[in-house]
């Protein structure tokens, strides 16, 4: 199994809800990495899970909240998001190391009204 | 800082002529250097990297991507563009253990 995958493919969801975006892979990778890609713009790094602990927050607001309950899933639980926050959601997995690509899921979509 | 330049926004390229998507790097030491693409509505695909060894790295689907060193360059490649490799192309940088930076796009489009 070569793939990551992402659930949900699209959310909606007002500024007071909470909702959360689910990542899995299955190849074994104990590196996994949550980004966010506004339309027409490059992906930006959030947040990088090592061994299932956190080891890169990129000064992202507390309203994003990243969890790794095991290695093959990873979390991003929403809270109180504004308009600005609507993006392609995505989740991406590596083998630990410097030199290994990351393998991208199709990501979420997410609008915030 | 290190980072990765794309000089182009758009490249357009008739079906079945050579391809090239242009990508500079900036970095402190050995780059090791990415390029990935994405279609719409989609997530990224890896095509090739370099790490060391052979200046012309190899990838998926047939395109191959040239390292300079003294150009400080590391342009993506194809011999013979299809209408499907239309698509958006993103060249990335590993700037830390686990960071990697992208640039800024090259959209490719090839007509019939």
């Known amino acids: 199994d070569t793939e990551v995958t992402q659930t949900p493919k699209h959310l909606v969801m007002g500024m007071t809800n909470k909702k959360s975006l689910k990542c899995e892979q299955h190849?074994?990778?104990?590196?996994m990495y949550w980004y966010k890609q506004k339309a027409k713009k490059p992906p930006e790094l959030m947040f990088v899970?090592?061994?299932?602990?956190?080891?890169i927050n990129e000064s992202v607001p507390s309203r994003f909240s990243p969890e790794c309950p095991n290695s093959s899933l990873l979390n991003l639980h929403l809270h109180a998001l504004q308009p600005e926050d609507s993006a392609l959601y995505l989740c991406?997995?590596?083998?630990?190391?410097?030199?290994?690509?990351?393998?991208f899921g199709p990501g979420t979509r997410l609008t915030v009204l | 800082a290190q980072s990765v330049a794309q000089p182009e926004d758009q490249v357009n390229v008739a079906e079945g002529n050579p391809l090239t998507v242009k990508c500079t790097y900036s970095?402190?030491?050995?780059?090791?250097l990415f390029w990935y693409v994405q279609y719409p509505n989609r997530g990224l695909q890896f095509l090739l990297k370099?790490?060391?060894?052979?200046?012309l790295v190899k990838g998926s689907y047939g395109f191959e991507a040239e390292f300079n060193k003294s150009q400080t360059s590391f342009h993506l490649k194809k011999p013979s563009a299809l209408v499907s490799d239309s698509a958006l192309y993103f060249c990335?940088?590993?700037?830390?253990?686990?960071?990697?930076?992208f640039g800024t796009g090259t959209r490719l489009l090839v007509s019939p």
């Open positions: 899970y090592s061994y299932e602990k956190l080891s």
């Open positions: 991406a997995s590596s083998q630990d190391g410097a030199y290994n690509e990351q393998f």
């Open positions: 190849m074994g990778h104990r590196a």
């Open positions: 990335a940088v590993r700037t830390g253990f686990q960071k990697l930076v």
């Open positions: 370099y790490i060391t060894g052979d200046n």
């Open positions: 970095v402190s030491g050995n780059p090791y």
